[in-house]
T-cell receptor, first 113, second 115 residues
Framework: EPEVTQTPSHQVTQMGQEVILRCVPI?????FYWYRQILGQKVEFLVSFYNNEISEKSEIFDDQFSVERPDGSNFTLKIRSTKLEDSAMYFC???????????FGSGTRLTVV | AQSVTQLGSHVSVSEGALVLLRCNYSSSVPPYLFWYVQYPNQGLQLLLKYTSAATLVKGINGFEAEFKKSETSFHLTKPSAHMSDAAEYFC?????????????FGTGTRLKVLA
């Protein structure tokens, strides 16, 4: 069964450093998403992306965050200057239609120290 | 705006007993509803989804959920718990208020299965 692949599975970074989280969506999918889950809390929507632009973003997705699809396969989330509170599990997801029900990756656990 | 409430952050059942995890939603339009399971240090796995077809939805691993519009509920059940069911379960509603289908998740219910 096709999967959404996220790398790395765990990343530790120093506060203030830039970090890039990588995702390879399912190959024929056109809609891409990032969610995050702070430890012990619920999963929250960050951003959706379609046709090489952001479709929607949440209040969490401030100027420190950006997304990009640099080539035909990768979808990245960049945090420009990480803060301690950015420590969370970040999930990528993709879908092939503009409808609910998409496939999540296994997540990247980001730890900011 | 849509929202989801999961009653009970922790539920314990004995192996072989009925599992009932509660989810109530709030939605101004017919909702799409989902249950996801998360095993420790793993991602989100779709258990089942309701997309306005049959109100009783069967999912993987023996789980099912019933959509009850009158009660605005979408409770998850399994007749007989297995040790391997121990995980965190998230109910979610799909929100399209701004043109994108995004999920609004509940706060999760951690299921513990006792031997």
């Amino acid at each position: 069964e096709p999967e959404v692949t996220q790398t790395p599975s765990h990343q530790v970074t120093q506060m203030g450093q830039e970090v890039i989280l990588r995702c390879v969506p399912i190959s024929n999918h056109l809609y891409f998403y990032w969610y995050r889950q702070i430890l012990g809390q619920k999963v929250e929507f960050l951003v959706s992306f379609y046709n090489n632009e952001i479709s929607e973003k949440s209040e969490i997705f401030d100027d420190q965050f950006s997304v990009e699809r640099p080539d035909g396969s990768n979808f990245t989330l960049k945090i420009r200057s990480t803060k301690l509170e950015d420590s969370a599990m970040y999930f990528c997801a993709s879908s092939n239609q503009q409808q609910p029900g998409y496939t999540f990756g296994s997540g990247t656990r980001l730890t900011v120290v | 705006a849509q929202s989801v409430t999961q009653l009970g952050s922790h539920v314990s059942v004995s192996e072989g007993a009925l599992v009932l995890l509660r989810c109530n939603y709030s939605s101004s339009v017919p909702p799409y509803l989902f249950w996801y399971v998360q095993y420790p240090n793993q991602g989100l796995q779709l258990l089942l989804k309701y997309t306005s077809a049959a109100t009783l939805v069967k999912g993987i691993n023996g789980f099912e959920a019933e959509f009850k519009k009158s009660e605005t509920s979408f409770h998850l059940t399994k007749p007989s718990a297995h040790m391997s069911d121990a995980a965190e379960y998230f109910c979610a509603v799909s929100d399209k208020t701004s043109g994108t289908y995004k999920y609004i998740f509940g706060t999760g219910t951690r299921l513990k299965v006792l031997a």
